[in-house]
């Protein structure tokens, strides 16, 4: 069983279209985090939800909006989508806010043509 | 924000050990110090984390300076599968959204 999935693991769109990405995890975690890796393979935090609240909310555009419907899920939706959102996105859990593991997604590609 | 500062890359051969080293110079005393790899397209994975003390899970060994100034994460017998990035990472224990990743370790292992 996949501990962290996404979907989908490619997406590839024209610039000023919305696209959503969709995280889901199956470990009984209250935390769930958003990261981005740019073409250099920076890895930055974005966002983190635990037990559904937005906890962390790092200096990213108002087009990116994440929502957690239940404690499992956690989608990245965007908006007016430009060539410099082209990354990979990685979704990841962990047991709690403060607990030092996190387990990763196997990431979503995202081509802005 | 504490930074670490990493070799860009280093090489091995197989089923010998591996020594990585970090440094983080400015680091807190409320920082723990944490390693995660990331396999070629794959999402990063977690090895092990520590404070002060050495560590050893059976992925592998960190071994922390005295002054916590620099640390060493230690493969005991590199394999084919352990060829990845390596990120050394400072995490604050009461400011955890503060965790990011720097520029990492790039690990060959020669068959």
């Known amino acids: 069983d996949t501990a962290v999935s996404q979907t989908p693991k490619y997406l590839v769109t024209q610039m000023g279209n919305d696209k959503s990405i969709k995280c889901e995890q199956n470990l009984g975690h209250d935390t769930m985090y958003w990261y981005k890796q740019d073409s250099k393979k920076f890895l930055k935090i974005m966002f983190s939800?635990?037990?559904?609240?937005?906890?962390i909310n790092e200096t990213v555009p108002n087009r990116f909006s994440p929502k957690s419907p239940d404690k499992a899920h956690l989608n990245l939706h965007i908006n007016s989508l430009e060539l410099g959102d082209s990354a990979v996105y990685f979704c990841a859990s962990s047991q709690d806010p403060g607990y030092n593991e996190q387990f990763f997604g196997p990431g979503t590609r995202l081509t802005v043509l | 924000d504490a930074k670490t500062t990493q070799p860009n890359s280093m090489e091995s051969n197989e089923e010998e050990p591996v020594h990585l080293p970090c440094n983080h110079s400015?680091?807190?005393?409320?920082?723990?110090i944490h390693w995660y790899r990331q396999l070629p397209s794959q999402g990063p994975e977690y090895v092990i984390h520590g404070l002060t003390s050495n560590v050893n899970n059976r992925m592998a060994s960190l071994a922390i300076a005295e002054d916590r100034k620099s640390s060493t994460l230690i493969l005991h017998r590199a394999t084919l599968r352990d060829a990845a990035v390596y990120y050394c990472?400072?995490?604050?224990?009461?400011?955890?959204?503060?965790?990011?990743f720097g520029s990492g370790t790039k690990l060959n292992v020669k068959p």
């Open positions: 939800y635990n037990n559904k609240e937005l906890i």
């Open positions: 400015t680091i807190s005393g409320t920082d723990y």
């Open positions: 990472i400072l995490r604050d224990m009461y400011n955890f959204n503060k965790f990011y």
